[in-house]
């Protein structure tokens, strides 16, 4: 069974940082781009890293460029995203997914391969 299992999420305050872990299991992901989206209560999930199969390219969301990065250990079959710079308005359920070889875009409905069940991240002010 293919699983992507999101950790790391907690409650920190602002400024503080953290990092999510996303360890995939049932196949290895070498060969396919993966991602973090958030989704927030009322709002749709939304885009907010991507990385290459290789991991050669990187790719981030304007509203966490220069505070989140995102990296891949193919060894370990694992994702992460470090988040330094924490606001309240990252404040959501993170989520990671992979598709098969090339990265579909921002929008979370191209990314239809495999998804996370998330991680709940949580900044107060």
């Known amino acids: 069974q293919v699983q992507l299992v999101e950790t790391g999420g907690g409650t920190v305050q602002a400024g503080g940082s953290l990092k999510l872990s996303c360890a995939a299991s049932?196949?290895?992901?070498?060969?396919?781009?993966m991602a973090w989206f958030r989704q927030a209560p009322g709002n749709d999930r939304e885009f907010v890293s991507a990385?290459?199969?290789?991991?050669?390219?990187?790719y981030y969301a304007d509203s966490v460029k220069g505070r989140f990065t995102i990296s891949r250990d193919h060894a370990k079959n694992t994702l992460y995203l470090q988040m330094n710079g924490l606001k309240p308005e990252d404040t959501a359920v993170y989520y990671c997914?992979?598709?098969?070889?090339?990265?579909?875009?921002?929008?979370?409905?191209?990314?239809?391969?495999?998804w996370g069940l998330g991680t709940q991240v949580t900044v107060s002010s």
């Open positions: 997914t992979a598709h098969k070889l090339h990265m579909p875009g921002t929008n979370y409905r191209d990314w239809d391969d495999y």
């Open positions: 049932g196949r290895t992901f070498n060969t396919y781009a």
């Open positions: 990385i290459s199969w290789n991991g050669d390219n990187t």
